[in-house]
């Protein structure tokens, strides 16, 4: 009995009919383009709907549907900061009302929970009691497995970690998204462009003369490039990334962290630096043990952690 996946994103969404095995029977990737919350809820929707309506048309039986979304899933609402309008998203009662004649049981969960999930059943964390999957994208997160079972907090907020404490003094600009997702996430990577190329007077690194915003991609074709700007952001980056990483190693004490997101990517050439960094700050015992490896999914991480969470409350589940 197959499951919808769907992976809620910054700026889009993936929906997928996925089997036990962990075949993909068919994926849809659809740019948000925009869209703010009634309108993003439309079109998650409108795909769950196409998405059931092919494994129909397949003759294939479903089980379950999993969701992840970049935030925290309260019971019936979904908080997400990188979508405006939804701060207490009814995400649940819409896709109950999709799935309701079916009674097929929906499951949300966190993006960054998802993502361990995918890596502990067909990525690299199979075989792990206790790895972190470190995800930079528009933002930051940590999904963190413990003996087995995923870290999740008395609110269902633990790998939070894009407000890690990572610089001094405080500054309020790192109010909205935390010090850490501020300095090293994508988006980050390239504000902190646009603010040191504005304030030493030069260029920001390039988008391709397009005229559009500079993105974390154009940073790493820059860095390539020699760009003064770019090797400067890229360079601080690494030592964000790597005192991060320490700290979740000297809590943690995992087996291995994963790297994985939109930045990692083209930002996995540097995990060597990143653990030089890292060994810098680290209880010296459990950076020895650790690996630090890139995902095996790549960005479908998240869409597989779905699957796997509507696996689990499949009716059918054995």
């Known amino acids: 009995m197959a499951v919808i996946a769907i992976d809620l994103g910054g700026t889009k969404l993936s929906v997928a009919i996925i089997e036990p095995s962990g075949n993909v029977v068919q994926k849809d990737i659809l740019l948000l383009e925009g869209r703010e919350g009634k309108a993003v809820g439309a079109l998650i929707k409108s795909s769950a709907e196409k998405a059931r309506d092919e494994a129909l048309r397949r003759q294939i039986s479903l089980g379950a549907v999993g969701i992840c979304v970049p935030g925290i899933s309260h019971a019936e ?8 309008g939804w701060d207490e998203y009814p995400l649940l009662g819409e896709m109950q009302s999709v799935f309701q004649a079916g009674k097929i049981p929906v499951k949300i969960d966190s993006d960054r929970a998802c993502a361990i999930l995918g890596e502990m059943w ?3 964390a199979r075989g792990c009691r206790d790895a972190i999957f470190l995800a930079v994208g528009t933002g930051i997160g ?5 003996d087995g079972k ?3 907090g008395a609110h269902d907020i633990a790998g939070a970690i894009g407000w890690l404490a990572l610089d001094r003094p405080f500054d309020e600009k790192y109010i909205r998204c935390g010090c850490f997702e501020y300095h090293a996430s994508g988006e980050g990577l390239a504000k902190v462009a646009r603010e040191y190329a504005g304030a030493e ?3 920001e690194p390039h988008a391709g003369g397009s005229g ?4 974390s991609r154009d940073v790493f074709e820059s860095y390539d490039a020699n760009d003064p700007v770019a090797r400067r952001v890229v360079s601080e ?3 964000f990334w790597g005192m991060a990483t320490a700290n979740l190693v000297s809590l943690f004490n995992p087996e291995k962290i994963i790297f994985g997101g939109g930045v990692f990517g083209p930002g996995l050439r540097f995990l060597d630096a990143i653990m030089a960094e890292a060994c810098k700050w680290a209880q010296p015992i459990s950076i020895g043990k650790v690996s630090f490896e890139g995902s095996q ?3 479908d991480a998240v869409l597989f952690g779905a699957a796997y969470l509507a696996l689990q409350s499949s009716p059918s589940r054995s």
Do not use: F, H
């Open 142 to 146: 940590a999904g963190i497995l413990v």
């Open 150 to 152: 995923v870290l999740r």
């Open 122 to 124: 067909r990525g690299a």
């Open 212 to 215: 559009r915003r500079v993105t």
């Open 201 to 203: 007077g030069l260029q």
């Open 77 to 84: 609402t979904v908080w997400a900061p990188n979508i405006p």
């Open 237 to 239: 980056a690494i030592e």
């Open 297 to 299: 999914l790549g960005s």
